[in-house]
């Protein structure tokens, strides 16, 4: 599986962005998909994550509310439409997938693939 992420860009605070994750593969659709991201000089931090067929989805405290993940398995494409958002969202995101979870979402190793990033930069 590869993952290509779009999307990102400068936005003041308070506007929105929709992230845009495109997988290659036959598989996707079994896959549990998820965005992570790293702000400069911070630990990499989970922000949301997906279930194979959409009907499950888990968010960071930080962003409940504001920042919302969903996935077309007829395009091999998942999303994170980002409102309200905060300086503190600054990062590069980056979109993972996972053929199975094993024990939580949130983990970082339990993704076995990872797009390239895209920045994420919002202005006050």
């Known amino acids: 599986v590869q993952l290509q992420a779009s999307g990102g860009g400068l936005v003041q605070a308070g506007g929105s962005l929709r992230l845009s994750c495109a997988a290659s593969g036959r598989t996707f659709s079994s896959y549990a998909m998820g965005w992570f991201r790293q702000a400069p000089g911070k630990e990499r931090e989970f922000v949301a994550a997906?279930?194979?067929?959409?009907?499950?989805?888990y968010y960071a405290d930080s962003v409940k509310g504001r920042l919302t993940i969903s996935r077309d398995n007829a395009k091999n494409t998942v999303y994170l439409q980002m409102n309200s958002l905060k300086p503190e969202d600054t990062a590069v995101y980056y979109c993972v997938a996972g053929p199975k979870i094993y024990s939580d979402y949130a983990l970082d190793y339990e993704y076995d693939y990872w797009g390239q990033g895209t920045l994420v930069t919002v202005s006050s």
């Open positions: 997906v279930s194979w067929s959409g009907g499950v989805t």
